[in-house]
C-alpha cells in the first residue's frame, strides 16, 4: 500500500475523501471511476497540469513525485493509482469490484503500473503531450529542485528545453504496447471483461489508458476483442462521468 507521511501538513486535517486528481491524467481517469463505481462521496482538488499546478512546494508536500492522482483517506495520504484502487475496494467493499481470481486481477493492475513511464507517458509526450506542456526555464528550475525520483527525472531529461522524442524512444514504447495488448486481446476472447463475465478493478486500470492513447492516435484495428470491450465500458455511467465529463475528448486536449 503506498502511504506516504506529507510534509505538507495541512491535508492531515481532512475529513473523508479527498481526491487531488487532473482531468487528463489517465491514472487519475481510473480513482475517478472507482470512486463512481462504489458510489462514494469525494471532495475535488482538481490540479490542472498544462497550467503547471503540480509543480508548487505544496503539492510535493502532499505527493513527493509532483505526481496525479493522490487521495487523501481521513488525513491518510495514498498515492499510485492502482494502489489507490485497490485501497478502495478493500477498505469500501460494496459493491465489489474483485475477481474470484484475485491474484490474477491484481497481476493486470501491476502491469498497467509497470509501463506507465516505460511506454504510456513516452507514447503519450511523443504524439501529444510534450509542446502543450513544455516548461518555462523558472518552471524547469522550480521542478528540478522538487523532484527526486530518478525515473522521472529520466523521463523529463527527454522533453526539457529543445529536447524531443526521438523514433527510437517512440519505438520501445510501441513494443511494449502492442505485447501488452496482445496479451489484453486474447484475455478478452469469449470474455465481456477481462477478468471474465464481471467488471473488475482490471477494467478499469486499463481504460483509461485505451481511451487517452485512442487521443494520441494510436489504432486498435489489429484488437477486435479490445474494441468490443471499448463499446461496453463506454456506456457506463463510472466511464462517463469519471473520463468523459473531465475530459470529453482526448484528442482535443
Not at 513527493?64 to 487521495?71: D, E, F, I, R, W
Not at 474483485?98 to 491484481?106: T, Y
Not at 522550480?142 to 527527454?158: G, I, P, R, S, V
Amino acid at each position: 500500500m503506498a502511504v506516504v507521511i506529507p510534509t505538507n501538513k495541512s491535508v492531515e486535517s481532512l475529513q473523508g475523501l479527498h481526491l487531488y486528481h487532473g482531468a487528463i491524467s489517465n491514472c487519475s481517469m481510473r480513482v475517478r471511476m472507482t470512486l463512481i463505481e462504489k458510489g462514494l462521496d469525494w471532495t475535488s482538488h482538481h490540479i490542472d497540469l498544462k497550467k503547471k499546478e503540480n509543480i508548487t512546494d505544496e503539492y510535493f508536500g502532499i505527493n513527493p513525485n509532483g505526481l496525479v492522482p493522490t487521495l487523501v483517506d481521513n488525513g491518510v495520504v495514498h498515492i499510485e493509482s492502482n494502489e489507490i484502487i485497490d485501497y478502495l475496494d478493500e477498505t469500501y467493499p460494496e459493491p465489489s469490484l474483485r475477481a474470484s481470481k484475485n491474484a490474477e486481477m491484481m497481476e493486470w493492475l501491476r502491469l498497467a503500473g509497470s509501463i506507465h513511464v516505460p511506454a504510456i507517458k513516452p507514447y503519450v509526450y511523443a504524439t501529444k503531450m510534450a509542446n502543450k506542456i513544455k516548461k518555462s526555464a523558472e518552471e524547469e528550475a522550480k521542478y528540478a529542485a522538487l523532484q527526486t525520483n530518478d525515473e522521472l527525472k529520466e523521463f523529463h531529461e527527454k522533453h526539457k528545453g529543445v529536447n524531443q522524442f526521438t523514433d527510437d524512444d517512440l519505438a520501445k514504447s510501441e513494443a511494449i504496447l502492442a505485447e501488452c495488448f496482445g496479451k489484453l486481446e486474447k484475455a478478452l476472447a469469449g470474455n465481456q471483461w477481462i477478468m471474465g463475465d464481471k467488471y473488475t478493478l482490471a477494467d478499469i486500470s486499463w481504460i483509461p489508458v485505451h481511451f487517452v492513447l485512442v487521443g494520441c492516435g494510436y489504432s486498435f484495428d489489429p484488437y477486435p476483442n479490445i474494441v468490443r470491450w471499448a463499446e461496453d465500458f463506454r456506456a457506463k455511467p463510472s466511464f462517463q462521468e469519471g473520463v468523459l465529463k473531465w475530459c470529453p475528448d482526448f484528442s482535443e486536449v
